[in-house]
């Protein structure tokens, strides 16, 4: 990745929920064309879009039917022509979502392989079942269930490791690894200039075994060809040209393994996402729990990914939100009496580390969790899969409906809140799923107007970036890592230093470091800039940061 794309700093859309510009309750690429003018005064550099195209919508849209093709509900070729061209009159370019570990089952591809066809049968994972008829192995599918489908007319199993509806690819198949090329280049010739490819460190299986835990995710992560699998992909598409920037997303990954991924010189991706920080309110790997989150190992493995990626000349992709993450002010943050303050805090502690910040379609606001208290308002099929599972596990249905309230992926996929207009202004129609009820307190065209808002907060940390090269070049280590309820790092570019100091609790705190003497300038507060002190008394949820030249 080039130097000076660093300063750069992505936006994520999804589609569905942004905004619809045809009345129908989806939102579609018109409607993404109609809101480029907020983008651009929010000064975003990309803007990543989850996938538009041809998909039956089983997992909203990463199921994919057909590559080439825009799905009707997103609108037209045309649209998307308008999109990248208008984007770029802006100072915007486009990020792609590439869903490569996976097809819809309604593909052209598997559709040949049920019938029977050779060729398209080795573009997917069949096996036999085991002597007694059962599944291969015993792993489980990430939305529940086995992760093998029994197909009676041919008498195997195929493999799945999401949804039942979408079938795995055989990476071990050149002409499949040929195909996702191709696909690569037709969007870069449209002028895409990111990718983004969805879980894919799960590409190469392993062996297929047995697994003692029950799930087989040691098999299928990070298996044993996954680096000769992109750095191939890389050399035959985007590697061609330098300003194009990709990011990986990482499920269950080790820090070795990302080293190799976003290295400088490893000739695969520009930056990954991982996600063991977003598994702090998990109790070990179990999602679908209610526990407090774990503030200490939060910190510590913020604190861990930011050294070791530094140490082996690696880049963060850096982030709190997105479409499959609840809304951090409800996760991390408070989304009652310190709303604004816990969200510009949130916001600080990412924009200012090593790496490339995220931002989620509403995060900029302060947008919370959606507060749906009934299961016919939810859409997500792990959520209602999960919702039936817990059950079944003897969990009460209200028990059940508290662990959806906070871990479910809708509690993202509400409507972006444009304003106070009937659906939030997100459209004419009846939205696909509701719309958060505190919208007319929250919402776009309200943060616009005020200039303490959650929004303009946004734009100075972003503006930040570009400003001070100690954010995007700057050296990273930690302050404090010992503090249980501060949050504090210093960057170190050159003749630049950069202090950060963020209370993530709603109760005041006291922090002394050694290090933030009078030659420093406050550049941001989230209640006001403040005078650089070796101890600061620090208000619920305080983000203070402090920069110095020479």
Not at 137 to 147: C, I, L, Q, V
Not at 211 to 239: C, M, Q, W
Not at 322 to 336: I, K, T, Y
Not at 361 to 366: D, I, V
């Amino acid at each position: 990745m080039k130097k000076e794309l660093k300063r750069s700093v992505v936006y994520q859309i999804y589609p569905k929920s942004f905004c619809d510009s045809d009345g129908d309750g989806l939102g579609d690429l018109r409607g993404v064309i109609s809101k480029l003018d907020y983008l651009q005064k929010l000064g975003v550099d990309y803007i990543w879009l989850t996938p538009f195209v041809r998909s039956p919508q089983k997992d909203n849209g990463y199921d994919i039917s057909d590559y080439y093709k825009i799905d009707e509900r997103y609108g037209t070729m045309e649209d998307f022509d308008a999109l990248c061209e208008q984007a770029a009159q802006r100072g915007i370019r486009l990020m792609m979502d590439m869903v490569f570990n996976h097809v819809s089952a309604e593909h052209q591809w598997f559709q040949k392989a049920l019938k029977g066809d050779p060729r398209y049968m080795d573009y997917f994972i069949f096996k036999k079942g085991k002597a007694d008829g059962s599944a291969p192995t015993n792993w489980t599918s990430k939305f529940g269930g086995s992760a093998w489908e029994y197909v009676e007319d041919l008498d195997l199993y195929y493999l799945h490791l999401f949804d039942v509806s979408q079938p795995d690819l055989n990476w071990e198949n050149p002409k499949v690894r040929k195909e996702l090329q191709n696909v690569v280049n037709y969007w870069l010739d449209k002028g895409v200039k990111g990718l983004r490819f969805d879980v894919i460190n799960l590409i190469s299986k392993g062996e297929y075994r047995d697994d003692e835990s029950g799930d087989g995710r040691k098999y299928y992560t990070d298996g044993p060809r996954v680096h000769e699998y992109i750095r191939e992909l890389n050399e035959a598409t985007f590697g061609r040209d330098a300003e194009i920037i990709t990011v990986g997303e990482m499920n269950s990954t080790s820090m070795e393994h990302c080293f190799q991924y976003a290295g400088e010189e490893t000739n695969e991706l520009s930056m990954v996402f991982n996600f063991h920080h977003m598994k702090v309110d998990y109790m070990g790997i179990e999602k679908w729990v209610l526990v407090p989150y774990d503030f200490m190992k939060l910190k510590g493995l913020l604190f861990n990914w930011q050294m070791k990626m530094q140490e082996h000349h690696a880049w963060n992709a850096v982030f709190w939100c997105n479409h499959d993450q609840p809304r951090v002010v409800s996760r991390f943050g408070d989304e009652g009496k310190f709303r604004n303050e816990s969200a510009k805090m949130l916001a600080t502690v990412i924009h200012c580390l090593r790496g490339t910040p995220y931002i989620y379609q509403g995060e900029e606001l302060g947008m919370t969790n959606a507060g749906f208290t009934k299961i016919d308002e939810y859409r997500d099929v792990e959520s209602l899969n999960h919702f039936r599972i817990l059950q079944d596990k003897g969990i009460s249905e209200q028990n059940a409906y508290a662990i959806l309230g906070v871990h479910s992926r809708d509690n993202s996929r509400t409507p972006m809140q444009w304003d106070d207009s009937p659906n939030a202004g997100f459209t004419s129609g009846t939205p696909w799923i509701g719309v958060n009820r505190n919208y007319t307190e929250i919402n776009a065209a309200r943060s616009i107007e005020e200039t303490t808002s959650v929004f303009h907060y946004y734009r100075e940390l972003i503006q930040m970036r570009k400003h001070y090269d100690v954010i995007p070049y700057g050296d990273f280590e930690p302050l404090a890592p010992e503090h249980d309820t501060v949050f504090a790092y210093k960057r170190k570019w050159q003749d630049e230093t950069l202090v950060v100091i963020c209370n993530f609790y709603g109760k005041e705190t006291r922090f002394a470091t050694d290090c933030l003497d009078r030659g420093y300038e406050c550049i941001l507060g989230n209640y006001g800039k403040r005078q650089a002190d070796m101890a600061l008394d620090l208000k619920p949820y305080e983000a203070l940061v402090f920069y110095k030249k020479g």
